[in-house]
């Protein structure tokens, strides 16, 4: 198989976050075990008729055994559409429509938007710390943790390399948080939330070309980078033409920027730790519990690193104790929402003919929790940038249909 097809990495997946665990939780909760094949996935960006998207090489003469027509994917693109996510995603699911999006993906989409949102103006009023995402992340472990106990004998014999990724993807994850945290305690929400969410689609482009990928990246992707990149740089001012060093070298906006490296870190590594995963004999659970496995696992690492970080530093000690007994229930609560941004996401998938457009519609929560900011924070919004958020969406939404 070609080297660059193999190890493909998609731009798009950065920009929608992470926390995939999140949808494949609630999917596995309402439809009981999934009966995938273990060796047959669905990649976004994968060629069609390669091992990921069929379980056999290209050109062995033998068709995957299904009772649908196999899935469509557009080889310009590398978008999956509506028969691939029938497959992978059957609850909600709705037969194809003429428009790209029905009217009950754009509602659900639109309710996950003012969810995620919603936790990010929750963690803000609170002035989180390290502390803070570190209930609310031991929330979501718990939570879920039957799903690890139920499965413990196949988490026995993971391969040890999946050890090793998942240390690394719970470090980054707790970066996210650490820096998530401090740019909000930091500064204004209307300039962290923007550049924390839009950034990692720059670093996961710069890791492309460093690879080599470039080749992977169209020329819409490319327009909508650069409009990402002018967003950034207008949100932090308050006069057009104020480009001093002092608006971008201050702790808000280098903290945000530690969020999205986080938040691309993750994403790089838990790409590979999957294909891993996916790949591992002697595993006898099927592909999507393997990658809520995964997940579980992932959380458990995250609240670790937290963890031990809020133990190390005598000030995150004082916060911890003010979280449980002060501020619990608005921890506990953003983790709930953070659940249901993503189930939501989920059930919409099942409602739209090509998966980007839920990547780049979600965006839609940059304006949102804009809005949030001014209406519940009371910040000021400044015209640069208003316009540098407007910018950033329109960017996005190239990104994540290119």
């Known amino acids: 198989m070609d080297k660059g097809k193999k190890n493909r990495i998609s731009v798009s997946s950065a920009v929608d976050g992470c926390n995939l665990w999140f949808l494949l939780i609630w999917m596995w909760l309402l439809n009981g075990k999934s009966s995938v094949n273990p060796g047959r996935t669905i990649r976004i960006g994968q060629p069609a008729g390669t091992a990921a998207d069929t379980g056999r090489p290209r050109g062995s003469g033998t068709a995957a055994p299904t009772d649908r027509p196999g899935p469509r994917v557009d080889q310009a693109a590398g978008d999956v559409t509506n028969e691939t996510i029938q497959k992978r995603f059957p609850i909600g699911y709705a037969p194809a429509r003429r428009n790209p999006m029905s009217l009950t993906a754009v509602i659900l989409i639109l309710i996950s938007a003012v969810s995620h949102a919603g936790w990010n103006i929750l963690g803000k009023r609170e002035n989180p710390a390290v502390s803070f995402f570190l209930v609310t992340n031991i929330f979501g472990t718990l939570l879920f943790s039957p799903i690890i106990v139920y499965h413990f004998s196949q988490v026995l014999i993971l391969p040890p390399i999946l050890w090793v990724y998942l240390a690394a993807s719970g470090f980054c994850l707790?970066?996210?948080f650490s820096g998530?945290?401090?740019?909000y305690r930091a500064g204004d929400m209307s300039i962290a939330y923007p550049l924390a969410r839009s950034s990692p689609v720059l670093v996961v482009t710069f890791v492309a070309l460093v690879l080599g990928r470039g080749n992977q990246i169209t020329l819409q992707s490319i327009c909508g980078i650069l409009l990402v990149v002018s967003g950034c740089f207008l949100v932090p001012l308050r006069r057009f033409g104020d480009f001093r060093p002092r608006n971008y070298l201050n702790a808000t906006c280098l903290l945000a920027?530690?969020?999205?490296?986080?938040?691309?870190?993750?994403?790089i590594i838990d790409d590979e730790a999957l294909r891993t995963l996916r790949t591992a004999e002697g595993l006898t659970?099927?592909?999507?519990t393997r990658t809520l496995v995964y997940g579980c696992l992932q959380g458990g690492f995250t609240v670790f690193w937290l963890g031990l970080s809020a133990l190390l530093i005598p000030s995150e000690r004082v916060r911890l104790?003010?979280?449980i007994a002060v501020n619990k229930t608005a921890a506990v609560l953003t983790g709930g929402l953070m659940f249901m941004t993503y189930a939501l996401v989920l059930v919409s998938l099942g409602h739209v003919r090509n998966v980007s457009y839920v990547v780049a519609f979600r965006q839609v929560s940059i304006l949102v929790g804009t809005l949030f900011s001014v209406i519940f924070l009371k910040e000021r919004l400044y015209r640069p940038r208003l316009i540098g958020v407007i910018v950033i969406f329109i960017g996005l939404v190239l990104v994540g249909t290119g």
């Open 321 to 323: 104790r003010r979280v």
């Open 180 to 183: 998530l945290a401090g740019a």
């Open 257 to 267: 920027l530690l969020a999205a490296l986080g938040t691309a870190g993750y994403s």
């Open 285 to 288: 659970i099927d592909t999507i």
């Open 174 to 176: 707790a970066v996210y």
